[in-house]
């Protein structure tokens, strides 16, 4: 059974960066796409963006300027970071698994969520 | 980007009705079309992957359909737990994006 499990303060002030880490378990992320993708309350899903079985990213272009997404292969984990974070980015964080050789048979296997407010 | 439009943003129904709910592609997508089932306070829930596959472990009344630029998610009897928002979603160019949702209620 694949398992995602997002971790990370719940809290970050303005201007600051928010960092999220999604520590995998049942499958390697050296295989398949690994994504994040957030939802503010109330509202829609959101990608933010991947990383590849390879390593390759690749973010939203609303939001490639702030993000980094990498990858710990030793702890078979990938993490985000957003920064200059303001009010707009209060979300639920998700990670998730994409299927498909290039990702895009859709994301298969989520996260629970990670809860992120911005507020000073 | 490509727009996903669905339709209707939201719906009431009875238990045991059949239930459509539509997205539109702004371009054509072939069939890089994935659905997805968000329940309150819960991750989404992946139902469909290229328009019209079942993902595993999912009730055999949901189904999908369509190719281009559009699609179509089927709920042949609607069950209360299938109370939820329902999500499309395109992964045929990058950025990947997201209908806006459609809110299925029981009446």
């Known amino acids: 059974q694949v398992l995602l499990q997002e971790s990370g303060p719940g809290l970050v002030k303005p201007s600051e960066t928010l960092s999220l880490t999604c520590a995998v378990s049942?499958?390697?992320?050296?295989?398949?796409?690994w994504s994040w993708i957030r939802q503010p309350p109330g509202k829609g899903l959101e990608l933010i963006g991947f990383i590849s079985n390879t390593g390759n990213t690749n973010s939203s272009p609303s939001l490639k300027s702030r993000v980094t997404i990498s990858r710990d292969m030793s702890k078979n984990e990938f993490s985000l970071n957003l920064r200059s974070v303001t009010a707009a980015d209060t979300a639920v964080y998700y990670c998730?698994?994409?299927?498909?050789?290039?990702?895009?048979?859709?994301?298969?296997?989520w996260g629970q969520g990670k809860t992120v407010s911005v507020s000073s | 980007d490509i727009q996903m439009t669905q339709s209707p943003p939201s719906l009431s129904a009875y238990v045991g009705d059949r239930v459509t709910i539509t997205c539109r592609a702004s371009q054509t997508i072939s069939t890089y079309v994935s659905w997805y089932q968000q329940k309150p306070g819960k991750a989404p829930k992946f139902l469909i992957y290229?328009?019209?596959s079942l993902a595993s472990g999912v009730p055999s009344r949901f189904s999908g359909s369509g190719s281009g630029t559009d699609f179509t998610l089927t709920i042949s009897s609607l069950q209360p737990e299938d109370l939820a928002i329902y999500y499309c979603h395109q992964s045929y160019n990058f950025p990947w994006t997201f209908g806006q949702g459609t809110k299925v209620e029981i009446k």
């Open positions: 049942g499958d390697s992320i050296s295989r398949y796409y």
């Open positions: 998730a698994r994409n299927s498909g050789g290039y990702g895009d048979y859709g994301m298969d296997v």
């Open positions: 290229a328009a019209s």
